[in-house]
């Protein structure tokens, strides 16, 4: 059962559970669907229109419409995927995740709160912060660029678990001068200073101290310690892609933008 709560239903021939199904209250094998009904307050809530209390007063004043007709009592079963939706008149569009890319600046924490520290949740509109978005794994808090954020689970472990090896790309500069016997290293798979065996990775010279270094795992300042066990400590990183998505160039650090499916799509191919 995801986060989402997910439930196998059956389906009436309204969205609004209660509403009469089928013909004679008969259900066809025509009308057999998976259906994930969910209350309307929770439903309002996950699209981030206000907190949970607050939808329950808006739905309660009557100013939510569900399939043309108002519906007053938050606890109501729908399902969103089928559902019209409407608050004060206006469609809302429901999509049961949501996921975004995030150019993550320096300084700021990858993480959904801190008391002290601006974290990566801080940069989104309040709207997104009611979502239940969080990172797609964690670059450090001096690291900057592409950084994805959902409430999907599932998408996040396929990034992020070396079973799928989804590559992330970064860019390094480093104190020293790396070389081809770096690049061979780590083509290798480097063995860090502790014995943690890493898989093999792909260095590329791009200066004379900066390289590009791309892995398909995640372990712990997983670049800066590969570039630390060749004697080239990092100075900076920046993350550039995720599989074959990379961070737009006119996507100022600090914004953020909504993935389409094609984006979705190339975080799982291959640059
Ligand atoms: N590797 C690191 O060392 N730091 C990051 O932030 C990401 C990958």
Request: proline residues 5%.
């Amino acid at each position: 059962m995801s986060r989402k709560n997910r439930r196998l239903s059956r389906r009436s021939s309204s969205s609004v559970t209660g509403a009469p199904a089928g013909a004679a209250g008969l259900i066809f094998p025509s009308e057999v669907r998976a259906v994930e009904t969910m209350r309307l307050d929770k439903v309002l809530c996950d699209l981030g229109t206000a907190p949970r209390s607050e939808v329950k007063k808006m739905i309660r004043a009557g100013r939510v419409c569900v399939d043309g007709r108002p519906v007053t009592a938050p606890e109501t079963k729908i399902d969103p995927s089928a559902a019209s939706i409407m608050l004060d008149g206006e469609r809302l569009a429901w999509k049961k995740y949501h996921y975004y890319m995030l150019n993550k600046p320096a300084g700021v924490l990858t993480a959904t709160e801190d008391r002290r520290q601006k974290t990566v949740l801080d940069l989104l509109t309040p709207q997104l912060q009611r979502m239940g978005l969080f990172p797609v794994g964690r670059l450090d808090r001096d690291t900057r660029g592409l950084l994805l954020l959902t409430d999907d689970g599932d998408f996040a472990h396929r990034v992020i678990s070396p079973k799928f090896a989804v590559e992330k790309r970064y860019n390094a500069r480093v104190e020293g001068i790396p070389d081809e016997a770096d690049a061979a290293a780590f083509a290798e798979g480097l063995v860090l200073g502790d014995g943690t065996q890493c898989r093999p990775a792909r260095l590329e010279i791009t200066g004379t101290d900066r390289c590009s270094v791309t892995v398909t795992e995640g372990k712990y300042h997983q670049v800066k310690r590969m570039l630390s066990s060749r004697g080239k400590p990092v100075v900076e990183l920046k993350r550039l892609s995720i599989g074959a998505l990379s961070l737009p160039d006119d996507l100022a650090e600090g914004a953020f933008r909504e993935l389409d499916e094609e984006d979705l799509c190339r975080v799982f191919m291959v640059r």
